[in-house]
């Protein structure tokens, strides 16, 4: 189950600088509204269904956790801010910026103020001769045609010609030289939410810590003192076999990984929780165990205060949670902040994340990614 919708949008413009405003509406979606993962050529296509100057038209792929509706909302609200005037005059009219929303994952929509797919996708050109550049395997979620087929049968007699490029936004945070990124934090910091939303919108594949099976974890909670040693040796054993297994199925020469957790996260909570006598012999074994495992190339720490941590683990809700003190949660922060300091050969980023909502708000998480670009460009 993704993470996000997966949303195509229609981009169009025939007033004023037409690629100007085709540019400045593909950034304002990709910080305000959702990751604009691919971006279509740019085409020129006659005005359709009425008279007026050529326009300048795009599809784009874009990735969003807003509904249909509040999506709706967004984009009437960014055409208005791109100087888009809406005339009560009935029929098309000439206009800085459209944004039309042609498909919502394969949804079927009807209502008021949204039809989806768009009910005349199939009839313009200049949409669907783009759509077939951007996903060319693409099938209508209710006719069940394929864009060659739409395109085969479609009427519009206007011509549609590709006249240049776009850029996206995205193409800007360039991990081409990364093959593994490991993201950690405290418990309820989001590592887990950031790894699935980065790995949808930059196709990696994943590593996700086992944390829930581990059946341990709800007695430490309710006695740390009788359960700590085996609860984190069965994770450091868990850990290691988890990524054991899981890095041997990907070939970190092609593949992109990203995991939501690095093995010495173990040794972090370990020193906190074990008594010193089982902290000396635990790390021991770690030793033996890190030599082994693979590095990331990026290393990602995101901060959070203590405050913040404790309305997210409320918020989630797992029961055997509800109980961790503060204390607690500000003990494995400054574990990480001072082992991290340690690490030499690790090549660390630390992104406070502690005023930002990375799901919820796009402009957080496209602070995350600019992050991510300088730390590549340092």
Known sequence: MNLQHQVILSLGSNQGNKLENMQ???????REVGTVIKVSSL??????????????????LLHTHFNANKLLKKILKLESKLGRIRELAIGYQARIIDIDIIAFDDEKIESDSLTIPHPF???????????????????????????????SQCNDQGSCEKIGKLENPLDLIDLSNYSYIAIEGNIGAG????????????????????????????????????????????????????????????????????????I??????????????????YKTLFDIIYKE?????????????????LQNI???????????????????NNGYLDYIKTQKDLNVLIIDVS???????????????????LKINS
């Open 264 to 281: 010495f996260k173990s040794l972090i909570f370990a020193k906190v929780t074990l008594a010193e006598d089982e902290y000396r012999l």
């Open 355 to 373: 005023e930002r909502d990375f799901v919820k708000n796009q402009e957080d998480y496209d602070f995350i990614l600019n992050q991510i670009q």
């Open 43 to 60: 085409y020129e296509s006659p005005a359709w269904g009425f008279e007026s100057d050529p326009f300048y038209n795009c599809v784009l």
């Open 191 to 262: 590592k887990t939410t950031l790894t699935n939303k980065m790995a949808e919108d930059f196709n990696a594949k994943t590593v996700l810590e086992r944390f829930a099976d581990n059946p341990f974890l709800p007695k430490f909670y309710k006695d740390q003192n009788r359960y700590a040693f085996p609860l984190e040796m069965s994770f450091l054993a868990d850990r290691y076999q988890q990524i054991s297994d899981d890095l041997a199925q990907f070939d970190l020469f092609k593949d992109f990984i990203i995991a939501d957790y690095h």
């Open 314 to 332: 409320k918020r989630r809700g797992r029961s055997y949670e509800q109980e961790i003190p503060g204390e607690y949660l500000e003990k494995i």
């Open 24 to 30: 400045q509406c593909i950034e304002a979606l990709h």
């Open 121 to 151: 996708l199939q009839q313009r050109l200049f949409v669907v001769k783009p759509l077939q550049e951007l996903v060319s395997n693409w099938i209508h979620p209710i006719s069940k045609l394929s864009i060659a087929e739409i395109i």
């Open 293 to 309: 495992m693979p590095k990331p190339d990026l290393y990602i720490y995101l901060y959070q205060n203590t405050e913040r941590l």
